[in-house]
């Protein structure tokens, strides 16, 4: 039996992207060397074999004296342990001529620029053949499955390395292009792949998978992160299982307000709502604001850029604001003209306002856009009535400006 640990995209070296609040910078500044000290604990803890890096271990091609420092004692705790470590690089942590500036410990194993086979054979002599290359350049524009061995009879195992992309024929490969076809052919148990960060299997027999990034690095990296433990026996499909190695996640949230008068009143609500999650994690926060939110209000948190520190101390990795009615564009909708021209009359008639809006509402049409959950909630008849009603009045206005200019163009 073989046991490993299948762990891309490390990306070491934290380098600021732009959007990122100083705040969530540190955050994955510090998670990001953190996720890769717990990946190392999880291969002594669970004694593995060895660990596979199939590309972008580093961030980029130029390593600090800190990362070669941090990572030559993470490998040699493993090698205190007798684990081996086999890396090939990627597109980002690419090397023309893989010659070494650290003296790793001699459990670490570099795969050249060519496709090259290594062998790790344990205790019990069961031998497992490892083939994978290391990208030269920033871009690898072929295939290079052709130049891979087909499985080694002579082993136990064979595992392929291979940092890239599916080949698709509408944009232009440049990341060693592949099909699933041409991995299959080549009989191996178990392909571990790299590139792509969010975790995935191409296949389940052949084995085929991205074990995704160790921890998420910008907002669009939703969910837990982490690496793949795979077991390998004689006569048995191989054993993937997931670990999470992420120090914290970035997840998508919503928070409708539906009423606001002044930037406290929003400020309270959407702290409180903050409060129910947490701050361990990064929110995506999509910020729905009712039509009975105050104009200046809407004013103010709409010139905020995301980035900006805001709602400490949890962390907003991005914020995304919708407009609850004018989004869905309730009155623009065509199937709804006539049914809001019945009412119009009636909506500008004070004591047929209530009445009007409220039978416009019940309309299954304008519930299916509003969204059943808004409607259902006492506050928003509450808070949205005046509001909902000058807004109706002002769009239907509008409405008709529109169609009685469209009719004079027609003449
Ligand atoms: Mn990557």
Redesign the pocket.
């Known amino acids: 039996m073989i046991r490993f640990l299948h762990a ?2 490390c ?1 070491l070296e934290y380098r600021p992207e732009l959007g990122q609040s100083a705040n969530l910078r540190e955050r994955i500044r510090i998670g990001t060397q953190e996720a890769f000290k717990r990946l190392i604990d999880l291969a002594i803890q669970e004694a593995v074999d060895f660990i596979v890096f199939p ?2 271990l580093y961030n980029s091609q130029e390593r600090s004296l800190q990362i070669l420092l941090f990572l030559k004692d993470q490998f040699q705790r493993l090698q205190d342990k007798g684990i081996q470590v086999y890396i090939s690089y ?3 942590d690419f090397e023309s001529s893989p010659t070494q500036v650290m003296n790793w410990s001699p459990n670490v194993h570099i795969f050249d620029t060519q496709v090259e086979t290594k062998t790790f054979e344990n205790i019990k002599g069961e031998r497992v053949a490892i083939s994978g290359f290391s990208y030269p350049t920033r871009w690898v524009k072929e295939s290079q499955l052709s130049e891979f061995p087909t499985k080694d009879a002579d082993v136990d195992w064979h595992i392929g390395l291979y940092h890239g992309d599916l080949a698709s024929s509408e944009v232009q490969d440049k990341y060693a292009p592949f099909t699933i076809d041409e991995m299959s052919q080549k009989q191996y148990d178990y392909w571990a792949l ?2 792509i ?1 969010k975790r995935q299997s191409l296949s389940i027999q052949p084995a085929i998978y991205y074990s995704g ?1 160790l921890q998420a690095r910008n907002r669009k990296e939703v969910g837990d992160k982490g690496v793949y433990l795979v077991t390998l026996k004689a006569d048995a499909m191989p054993q993937v299982d997931f670990h999470s190695t992420a120090t914290f996640q970035f997840i998508n949230h919503t928070i409708t307000i539906l009423k606001a008068e002044s930037i406290g009143e929003l400020n309270d609500q959407v702290m409180q709502q903050l409060e129910q999650i947490g701050n361990e994690h990064a929110v995506n926060l999509e910020l729905i604001l009712g039509v009975a939110v105050d104009a200046d209000v809407r004013e103010v948190i709409r010139s905020t850029p995301h980035y900006e520190q805001q709602w400490l101390p949890y962390l907003i990795s991005h914020l995304h604001i919708k407009e609850a009615i004018e989004e869905k564009q309730i009155l623009l909708n065509d199937a709804l003209k006539k049914h809001f021209k019945d009412v119009q009359h009636r909506l500008n008639d004070p004591h047929q306002q209530r009445e009007a809006l409220e039978e416009l509402m019940r309309s299954p049409k304008v519930r299916e856009i509003v969204g059943q959950e808004i409607l259902e909630q006492p506050s928003f008849w509450q808070a949205s009535y005046d509001a909902s009603v000058n807004l109706l009045s002002q769009w239907i206005d509008d409405e008709q400006l529109a169609e009685e200019d469209s009719d004079d163009k027609n003449d």
């Open positions: 891309a995209d990306h590309g972008d990627g597109n980002h790299g590139h960060h990034s």
